[in-house]
């Protein structure tokens, strides 16, 4: 089994920052992409960045030149530093990872965090 741990949501004001915290732990062979996803109440989980092992990244339109995605390969960690937020960054974001359980599995399984609220006050 496949565990990822959030931490760094919480409430913050507009124009502030706040770092988004994820780390995979478990049956872990190794760790394909890695992403944050974020959802408000009565629509879909959206996409908000990507980031490959080798750090190729991709992010959201709303939130390129604002968020950034990174990842610690050795830790299964990956981070989200947000800055300039407004109140339509306010969601749970969710945190993801295609992982390949072990060497003798070729395929991987994407598994989620629990999430973790931004709020973004006006």
């Known amino acids: 089994q496949v565990q990822l741990v959030e931490s760094g949501g919480g409430l913050v004001q507009a124009g502030g920052s706040l770092r988004l915290s994820c780390a995979a732990s478990?049956?872990?062979?190794?760790?394909?992409?890695m992403g944050w996803y974020r959802q408000t109440p009565g629509n879909q989980r959206e996409l908000v960045a990507t980031i490959s092992p080798e750090g190729s990244t991709n992010y959201a339109g709303a939130v390129k030149e604002r968020f950034t995605i990174s990842r610690d390969n050795a830790g299964n960690t990956v981070y989200l530093q947000m800055s300039s937020l407004t109140p339509e960054d306010t969601a749970v974001y969710y945190c993801?990872?295609?992982?390949?359980?072990?060497?003798?599995?070729?395929?991987?399984?994407?598994?989620w965090g629990q999430g973790t609220q931004v709020t973004v006050s006006s």
């Open positions: 993801s990872a295609d992982v390949r359980p072990t060497i003798s599995t070729l395929r991987t399984f994407r598994y």
């Open positions: 478990g049956s872990i062979f190794g760790i394909n992409d």
